[in-house]
């Protein structure tokens, strides 16, 4: 029996030796790729913008909410019960809005993020396909996929370097 499993693993062994010179794999970092690469910084920066402009809006309402509560806690002891209920009324309809105001925001931004990386993604996908074709690979693999590999089959760089000479001349 262990003569027969000695005999199948040296045959197994064997076959993928002879087959490892017609296979060529390769891997690429999709994130790094999208990141490091021109058009994802440009669009990063753009994205970063936005963030940063909807953050100014939202904080400005969330300053406003805050200085109403504490006009409330200050003259809501002395005003009229009718005055004072309307001002919570009007202060909880502020905050709900405020916080149905931060989730649209929030999925918003997630949408747009979504739709610029897959803008890129899709220009990375032919790049890569090519960069297979042109150089022989049996196989490309996605980084986040793979629990180890030699640095040596990794092709990020290469499709960067592509992607970025040919968003150049766009």
């Known amino acids: 029996m262990k003569y027969t499993l000695a005999v199948i693993w040296l045959m197994l062994f064997s076959t993928l030796a002879m087959a490892q010179d ?15 690469s021109q058009s ?19 904080l400005k309402e969330k ?3 805050e200085r109403l509560k504490s006009e409330l806690d200050k ?6 019960e009718d005055e004072r209920r309307n001002m919570e009324v009007d202060l909880q309809k502020r905050a709900v809005n405020y916080q149905r105001a931060m989730g649209d925001v929030q999925q918003e931004l997630r949408q747009k993020e979504g739709e610029m990386t897959a803008d890129i993604l899709k220009e990375l996908e032919k790049i890569v396909n090519e960069v297979g074709k042109a ?14 590999s030699d ?5 990020t760089n290469k499709v960067i370097e592509v992607y970025n000479s040919r968003t150049k001349s766009k």
Do not use: H, N
């Open 40 to 58: 994802g910084k440009r669009a990063r920066d753009k994205f970063q913008a936005q963030i940063k402009k909807v953050e100014t809006d939202l």
């Open 22 to 36: 017609r296979v060529k794999i390769g891997f690429i970092d999709v994130q790094r790729a999208i990141s490091e």
């Open 63 to 65: 300053q406003e909410l």
């Open 151 to 155: 640095q040596a089959i990794d092709i």
């Open 135 to 148: 150089e022989k690979f049996t196989l490309i693999l996605e980084r986040s996929q793979i629990l180890y």
């Open 75 to 80: 003259k809501g002891p002395l005003l009229k």
